[in-house]
């Protein structure tokens, strides 16, 4: 079992930078894949970008370069660094926990409960 709180969302110009955190609470989470997922209104969830336990990174090509996780493992914590904001990466941005490394929501069980980024133009 395994809760995620994500914080660091927020309204910012075109342009800008955003960092986003995730807590994690669970003592075994070395274990997991963490994941940053986004929600847009009326899309469907979209994979951001995974980070294994020991630093494998994986992307969503539009993203790769604009867009950098990281992982503590020693403070549970996961970030995602957004520089270069586009209107279009205004969505609802999730933390999830899982056992494998994908890019599909259904493979990861645990979710935060998603931080709203908007990005004006």
């Known amino acids: 079992q395994v809760q995620l709180v994500e914080s660091g969302g927020g309204l910012v110009q075109a342009g800008a930078s955003l960092r986003l955190s995730c807590a994690a609470s669970?003592?075994?989470?070395?274990?997991?894949?963490m994941a940053w997922f986004r929600q847009a209104p009326g899309k469907e969830r979209e994979f951001v970008a995974a980070i294994s336990r020991d630093g494998r990174i994986t992307y969503t090509n539009s993203m790769k370069g604009r867009f950098t996780i990281f992982r503590d493992n020693a403070k549970n914590t996961i970030d995602l660094q957004m520089n270069d904001l586009k209107p279009e990466d205004t969505a609802v941005y999730y933390c999830a926990a899982g056992f494998i490394n994908s890019d599909s929501h259904k493979s990861y069980g645990y979710w935060g409960q998603g931080t709203q980024v908007t990005v004006s133009s």
């Open positions: 669970t003592r075994t989470f070395i274990a997991y894949i």
